[in-house]
């Protein structure tokens, strides 16, 4: 099949490339680099061939229409985004051109080839606003209240899905990610903490916690994502669904499995917490076990400890 991954040089989208690769797709990669690195892609370029394409462009641009056009994808996985929370509140303007007017531009382009599916990765980290307690894990069906503008462009855009596919009959795919982790996220980004919390353990420098760190949220590994999207090219259509594991890992938590698996006796710094951030979360991935058959299988040690073992492999690496 011929597919399009927006983002494909991120390390959610890149670790995608190299699943659909893996399984004799031919892939096209949009990605404008602000983000994204080529370096990603390397294993990709190897075994690609002639089935990898790259594209430098920005979503927001017109070209994009006229390059799915051109191209004709089945499947557009569409994860290029603004997706730092911190950055949507400083600057909500560049965040909702991102987020929206270059969903809008995917759509536009999805529009114009007939039976072009896309998969579109939403944020179960912000969706859902703050729920109560009692409420987690959360599911699909609670109330989409966003208290961040990055969450409300990202839920924005998957209204703008479901009017596309009323209007025009564009079959779309939302998937409600937790907060994903993995190798080659970068730490000194929009990472998640994960990231953060390896590069300054592996490199014997304090770590930062915001807030009192008793914050929770739902730690899902890019490896079971990136499953989750292979499956929803083919199944879920018109659905919202979660991907997470339904539990919560608090992020002093978090820190105290990091640092011990780093060999580190550090004691976190704490900082005031940051705007625009929730204080619980966890995603209950029920519907998504229904529709696409999925579920995590990766333990929270298990995915951190390969998050370090990348992080000093990449030290390695950089000194030789």
Excluded at 64 to 91: C, E, G, K
Aim: proline share 6%; aromatic share 6%; with cysteine.
């Amino acid at each position: 099949m011929q597919m399009m991954v927006t983002g494909g040089a991120g390390f959610i989208g890149s670790t995608l490339v190299d699943r659909l690769l893996a399984e004799d797709h031919s892939v096209d990669v949009v990605d404008d680099l602000s983000t994204g690195s080529l370096s990603n892609l390397a294993d990709a370029r190897t075994v690609g061939g002639g089935r990898l394409r790259f594209h430098q462009l920005d979503i927001r641009s017109p070209e994009l229409v006229d390059l799915v056009a051109r191209r004709h994808p089945q499947v557009i996985f569409h994860l290029a985004a603004q997706a730092d929370v911190r950055v949507s509140v400083a600057n909500p303007t560049f965040d909702a051109e991102v987020n929206i007017l270059g969903t809008l531009r995917v759509l536009e382009g999805a529009r114009a080839v007939d039976g072009t599916r896309v998969v579109f990765a939403a944020s179960g980290g912000t969706l859902y606003g703050e729920p109560d307690p009692s409420e987690l894990p959360v599911g699909e069906a609670h109330p989409h209240r966003p208290l961040s503008p990055y969450g409300v462009s990202k839920k924005s855009a998957v209204d703008y899905l479901v009017a596309y596919r009323e209007l025009h009959s564009v079959e779309f795919v939302a998937l409600a990610l937790g907060n994903v982790y993995g190798p080659r996220q970068d730490p000194h980004g929009e990472a998640g903490v994960v990231a953060i919390f390896a590069d300054r353990l592996v490199t014997g420098k304090p770590v930062t916690i915001f807030g009192d760190g008793e914050q929770t949220r739902d730690f899902v590994f890019v490896d079971d994502v990136v499953d989750a999207f292979v499956r929803a090219a083919s199944r879920g259509g018109g659905l919202l669904m979660n991907v997470g594991t339904g539990q919560e890992v608090s992020v002093n938590e978090l820190a105290a499995v990091m640092a011990r698996q780093a060999g580190c006796a550090t004691v976190p710094h704490h900082e005031p917490p940051r705007p625009g951030e929730l204080r619980r979360n966890s995603l209950d991935p029920a519907r998504a076990g229904i529709h696409l058959g999925w579920s995590p299988w990766t333990e929270l040690e298990e995915g951190t400890g390969a998050v370090i073992d990348y992080v000093r492999r990449a030290l390695r690496s950089s000194t030789e």
